[in-house]
Nanobody
């Protein structure tokens, strides 16, 4: 069982930055692909970004590419999401997710473990 706890959300003006963290309980954290998804009111949960177990490969949704950066520190069992140039349409609850099976990274159904989410609100 893996427990994930997100932090770092909040209210920011458009153009600003936030850094989200995801602390994991797993002793084998380094074996998990980590990802961030987000869900805006009335919308489905969507893929934002993912990072491979060793950090050598990263994946981004087109809407955030060039603005968001995912990273991980396996020694601290933590994944990060640096969000720059935030837009009002980035407003959502952001969820951290983990999986250790399969190659696909964008399908939320492939992830076994989820955090409780952290709210990000971008004002215009």
């Amino acid at each position: 069982q893996v427990q994930l706890v997100e932090s770092g959300g909040g209210l920011v003006q458009a153009g600003g930055s936030l850094r989200l963290s995801c602390a994991a309980s797993a002793r084998t954290f380094s074996s998990y692909t980590m990802a961030w998804f987000r869900q805006a009111p009335g919308k489905e949960r969507e893929f934002v970004t993912a990072i491979s177990w060793a950090g050598g490969a990263t994946y981004y949704a087109g809407s955030v590419k060039g603005r968001f950066t995912i990273s991980r520190d396996n020694a601290k069992n933590t994944a990060f999401l640096q969000m720059n140039s935030l837009k009002p349409e980035d407003t959502a609850v952001y969820y951290c997710a983990a999986k250790n099976r399969g190659m696909a990274v964008t399908n939320r159904n492939d992830y076994d473990y989820w955090g409780q989410g952290t709210q990000v609100t971008v004002s215009s």
